[in-house]
């Protein structure tokens, strides 16, 4: 990362990372196909809407992995083995730990978000998305420690350029993933029990494969069970970073629970007017959930070259190169928005084929389709936040990230859709626009913030560029 080509170091790194995260939706998009082709509505829809519920512990983890991929990035590109391998350790047993925590906390909390995102009383609901939904997210909560596990893991070994293994076992925990979702609901008529047994089990082979990894490599991230221990400025350091960006990602995913709310409770379009409240819930549930499941391969390509740039800047700043890291953001940002644009045009184009894939329902697809169609576009301003925040957290500052997202992902979303839903129209696109005016108004701050107030020269980690370039060079 801190020499040669930008644009081929970025693609390079950057691939694995995006069909590891191509595989890692397929986990959800494939327990949704499955039980999309049994007709079941309600299991659908419980299926496919409780990613912001998950995400609510997974993403706040998620941010603390970033940071100690962050702080391994940088120990590393200043070629400092001690630190790096205290960096390691303490980042795996702070996982372990809190691996015990989200366990409860996610099987405790489960009943209460749901009946918060579906306007249900959890004492008397028996039918309907509620019992598939609470169903399914006990099971996931219960072996939630995988994929913590093997996150904390592959975040690790990105952070030292290695993206290739954590792809390789994310490939095989899929493929374990895909046989099992048939065999428990084709032949063990298990539904959403079925599907969400097949993700902990696949999780956990990937967490497993991952651990082998640590354990027996003989690099500088070398896991060794009598070092495992708590360095407290690692600690720190990790936190300083990570916290901001898994409050960050944890408030983001809450707030989108009170958006599945809205769409839960939205109208139905006039060919269903004469349904049960009931059915209007799983047909707007369900057409979000097809919508959802498209629209979640768009982020992937942003994602993985997000989480490029913050090892890229990362190691770029552990040696004092600042210009490199500069002229990385831009490079990433074209990448970004060219992979997009040529991703927008089938879909548009192919929209009702998309959706019947996952729904053959009549109603279901044309609300997918509208949604699509709508929406698509403003994934450009996406790639804008996505990049930027890569970058700005490789260098070390999470807090102002943090701040803007949850500014605009929260806040300016949730005053639309209360201005929406309670002044102007409660239909399922009106709402479903929120998403993207929180897209729009984050990245306008963002570029705001990164061209007038952001100093990549204030996150160097060496204070003399050639010794730690002759150090990489050594190595």
């Known amino acids: 990362m801190t020499r040669g080509n930008i644009a081929g170091n970025l693609i390079r790194f950057s691939i694995p990372l995006l069909l590891g995260n191509l595989f890692q939706q397929l986990y959800n998009m494939v327990d949704t196909w499955v039980i999309g082709q049994t007709g079941d509505k309600a299991a659908y829809a419980a299926v496919g809407n409780v990613g912001s519920i998950t995400n609510i512990l997974i993403g706040f983890f998620m941010g603390l992995a970033t940071g100690a991929s962050v702080v391994i990035a940088q120990y590393f590109g200043s070629k400092d083995e001690k630190r790096v391998g205290r960096a390691v350790h303490t980042a795996l047993l702070l996982t372990l730990v809190l691996s015990v925590a989200f366990t409860a906390i996610g099987v405790t909390m489960t009943p209460y978000i749901l009946k918060l995102m579906l306007h249900v009383d959890i004492e008397t609901a028996d039918a309907g998305v509620f019992p598939a939904a609470r169903d399914y997210l006990t099971i996931y909560f219960s072996g939630i420690a995988a994929q913590m596990l093997y996150n904390m893991c592959s975040g690790i070994m990105r952070a030292v350029g290695d993206s290739d293994r954590p792809f390789a076992f994310l490939l095989v925990a899929t493929g374990i993933n895909i046989g099992l979702d048939f065999l428990f609901v084709y032949y063990g008529n298990m539904g959403v029990r079925g599907v969400a047994f097949a993700t902990v089990i696949s999780q956990t082979v990937s967490a497993l494969l991952s651990l082998s990894v640590l354990f027996r490599t003989d690099s500088w991230i070398r896991v060794r069970l009598k070092d495992l221990r708590f360095d407290p400025d690692c600690l720190k350091k990790v936190l300083k970073i990570g916290l901001p960006a898994g409050i960050q990602t944890a408030l983001t995913a809450f707030s989108n629970v009170f958006v599945q709310s809205y769409i839960s409770g939205t109208n139905g379009a006039p060919e269903i007017a004469s349904m049960t409240p009931a059915e209007i819930q799983e047909i707007n549930m369900s057409s979000w959930t097809t919508y959802s499941k498209i629209d979640a391969f768009f982020f992937l390509p942003m994602q993985s070259m997000s989480l490029a740039m913050t090892?890229?800047?990362?190691?770029?700043?552990?040696?004092?190169?600042?210009?490199?890291?500069?002229?990385?953001?831009?490079?990433?940002?074209?990448?970004?928005?060219?992979?997009?644009?040529?991703?927008?045009?089938?879909?548009?184009?192919?929209?009702?084929?998309?959706?019947?894939?996952?729904?053959?329902?009549?109603h279901i697809v044309s609300g997918a389709v509208m949604l699509l169609r709508c929406l698509t576009p403003f994934y450009l301003f996406s790639c804008v936040n996505q990049v930027l925040l890569g970058s700005i957290r490789g260098a070390g500052n999470s807090t102002t990230p943090m701040i803007i997202m949850l500014s605009n992902f929260v806040g300016m979303r949730q005053i639309y859709l209360y201005i929406m839903t309670n002044h102007i129209s409660n239909d399922l696109l009106p709402v479903g626009l929120g998403y993207p005016f929180g897209w729009f108004c984050c990245s306008v701050t963002m570029l705001v913030y990164y061209f007038f107030f952001f100093d990549f020269s204030k996150y160097r980690i060496t204070k003399d560029r050639d010794a730690g370039e002759k150090a990489v060079g050594r190595a």
């Open 311 to 362: 090892t890229f800047v990362g190691q770029n700043l552990g040696i004092n190169n600042v210009d490199r890291a500069k002229k990385g953001t831009r490079v990433a940002w074209l990448i970004c928005t060219a992979t997009v644009v040529t991703a927008m045009i089938p879909v548009l184009i192919f929209a009702p084929s998309l959706a019947r894939f996952f729904q053959k329902d009549g």
